[in-house]
């Protein structure tokens, strides 16, 4: 079992950077598969980024070279650094794990990050 506790949302202008964090507590952290989702309003949750236990990481083509995800096993923490944020990145975004990342299993309460001018 693992429960995951995201931070780092709010509110930033078009342009700028916002990190979040999430915080797992239960064993093994380094063992999981990690990602990041969001979700937009009237829209359906979609992968934003992931990151396996061996630091290999995978992005979706609308945050490619935008957005970086990482992971600090001693501090059982993932991070998703953002960068030239957009309007359209506007969405609560959810922390994930997984053993195998083709099924997540545990997720975080959600994050609101809103892009706005």
């Known amino acids: 079992q693992v429960q995951l506790v995201e931070s780092g949302g709010g509110s930033v202008q078009p342009g700028s950077s916002l990190r979040l964090s999430c915080a797992a507590s239960?064993?093994?952290?380094?063992?999981?598969?990690m990602a990041w989702f969001r979700q937009a309003p009237g829209k359906e949750r979609e992968f934003v980024a992931g990151?396996?236990?061996?630091?290999?990481?995978t992005y979706a083509d609308f945050v490619k070279g935008r957005f970086t995800i990482s992971r600090d096993n001693a501090k059982d923490t993932v991070y998703l650094q953002m960068n030239s944020m957009k309007p359209e990145d506007t969405a609560v975004y959810y922390c994930a794990a997984a053993l195998d990342p083709r099924n997540y299993m545990y997720w975080g309460q959600g994050t609101q990050v809103t892009v706005s001018s």
């Open positions: 990151i396996l236990k061996n630091d290999a990481s």
């Open positions: 239960g064993r093994a952290f380094s063992s999981y598969a």
